[in-house]
């Protein structure tokens, strides 16, 4: 089904996963009726679990279509030990009080989560106390996004509280696998969490513990606040001050929070906006390595701007983060609503451009379509998956980067679709009409990336950056981009169209824009979605900026050299790469007969 | 013989919306208790729960019936398709899929009807 409202019906209806982050991202235009949609899925695994009919129908979606997953214990566990009522059946997690299990639920029949305090701290009453105090904390709060607390008791001596068991990771977990998410992914994230921090507000509480380790993505999308640990109590009648003491995350901490004070719903704010620019920079806004060093770059205001680690993102997206991070209380949102209402609207101005260019692509790949293809490379609009999720990055340090950065440099591979597969092309390595590339990129630091193809005949044109295209330039570090990228998350490729003789492609990378090379690409032809590539002499103008790139080679062109190969054009970037470390340079020949 | 069965799901139905919305049970502790939101009202809140029976009331008599036997009574395709004498279980899915997007549709609030 071409509508993807009616797809996303039927796998609700079939009972089968839907990733909903990810539908919400890829289609901002339908977000309201996906998310009404996912209501519909809630209700529907609501009346799952409670059952009332107890049996006397089958499970939905059982012994139906292939889409369709059952989510039933597959094998019968021996419990480890037994606590009340609960069968205790592996332990998933410890932290410094307590650990926490998984256990089946005989009466709900259904498996929980049981948090159980450690046995040596039993006989401590402020801990028995606040460990209590959580739970009843948790069950003040009622809403979808907000972890659900089944009770609280103590059995045999031990102390627990069982809530909800969630299947899935937490953000950060989310983030480490695979890689920083969009804007949009991320403001539907923050949606779920403006509104389940309103309901925690709303019943006198202040989370202030807010981060992504303590946000889980169900299978299934659901996003849900948990861990209330860290919680503070609205001052009773009388008094002027939330409940004092550092508590919480000090990385994550709002500058009031590090001083023990809470400034009420805006420091739960300032938590909300450190998370979403986490999620979308796999950093912090303030990276230090100690509390003290914390706190002193916190008091110079010494915030790295979003935008400085991820110039690409929407400029709405930006401001709503940056409000919410502002140093004085008073300047962020006053109120988790406040700032759902700016993410929403963000949203919508982003769903708008999205459906802009949808319009424009369907436009793009008729004309593919109508009006048949001459010479040279065009961007190929491939119906494949994105390229595997990236490894960890290891630019996640909360120590500052060393004064002298090593030689930039990258592993780069080009590639040539072959049905399913994808296989790496060698140098000299003979390519064909209607055949598939991409580029792979793995670079040893963030660095701008500028990829040009050049044939026999001298006749060159851009081929990275493409505007519109995940990923961006710059490019984060130690991360594997496959350029020319994804368009809502499909991969798109550079298609070749005909045969050329001989094709040079040629990548460079830069720690900085380079502001020349960016003018001579805008004035060489460039691949475009669904649009074949004019081909065009290089102009000689362009081949002078090329050479003059980083003050390598300055030396005009000869006349009427406007043929000559680009990698000559270049060698002045590459002697700029080896003197300054900040340049590199690669190419490839290939064969195109 | 149409008539009696459905005057019998309408029984069955209710019931189950009853069971299902007030439950009888409380699993919180004394220290715990509240008497307030059903788990279904906790799953996805009273609002959405007012949008959801909003907009059930706006489907054909017979969507009405597709969406709740599959979403609340966790009937399959097959059962569906016997007790509303539909010619297949494919007719059922067609049916209940095109009722579940319609309610996507009519649940969204006032503001983003419209298209």
Known sequence: ????????????????????VREKSRRPEHLESLEQLSVLERIRRAHDSVDPTDGSTEPAGEAEAETITVDVPARQETPLFRWGNLEVLEKIGEGSGGEVYRALDPTLKSQVALKLLRPDHADSPQLT????????????????????????????GRVGLWTEYLAGHSLEHVIMQHGSMSACEAAIIGLDLCRALAAVHAAGLIHRDVKTTNVMREEGGRIVLMDFGSVAESPGMGASAWTAGVQGTPIY?????????????????YGLGVLLYRLVTRRFPIEASSLSELSEKHNRGEQIPIRDRRPDLPLEFVRVVERAL??????????AGAMELDLAMTLGAMARREGIRRRFQGVAIAAIASIGLVAGVVIGYGMFKPAPAPGPDAAHRAIAAPAVPAPLTAEVTLMRRVGENEEPLEPGARIAPHELLSLLVRGNDSMYVYVLDEDAAGEVNGLYPIRGLDPANPLRAHMRHRLPGDLGGEMIHWKVTSAGGKESIV????????????????????ATMGRPVKFGRLNPMALRDLRGIG?????????????RRLNDALAGLREEGRKSGDVWVWSIDLENP | ?????????????????????????????????????????VAVGREALERYDAALAKLSEEQHEAVVLRVEMGYTYAQIAEAMALASTDSAR??????????????????????
């Open chain 1, 129 to 156: 106390q606040r460990f209590l105090d959580e739970g009843r904390r948790l069950a003040r709060v009622r809403h979808a996004n907000v972890l659900v607390v089944h009770g609280a008791d103590r059995h045999d």
């Open chain 1, 1 to 20: 089904m071409a509508d993807p409202i009616d797809r996303v019906a039927t796998a609700v209806s079939d009972g089968a996963a839907v990733d909903w």
């Open chain 2, 94 to 115: 067609m049916m209940v899929t095109r009722a579940i997007a319609r309610m996507g549709r009519l649940m969204r609030p006032p503001e983003f009807r419209r298209g």
């Open chain 1, 326 to 335: 502002k140093s004085d209380p008073a300047e962020r949102y006053a109120t």
């Open chain 2, 1 to 41: 013989m149409a008539y009696l069965r459905s005057i019998l799901l309408n029984l069955v139905r209710d019931e189950a919306r009853r069971v299902s919305r007030r439950p009888e049970q409380e699993e919180m502790g004394e220290d715990l208790a509240t008497s307030e939101p059903s788990p279904l009202e």
């Open chain 1, 551 to 563: 003050e390598g080679s300055a030396l005009p062109p000869p006349a009427g050299e406007g043929k």
């Open chain 1, 507 to 526: 990548a460079i990378g830069s720690r900085r824009p380079l502001e020349n090379l960016e003018t001579a690409m805008a004035e060489i032809p460039k």
């Open chain 1, 253 to 269: 901490m709002a500058p009031e929070q590090l001083r023990g004070e809470v400034a009420g719903p805006p420091t739960d704010v």
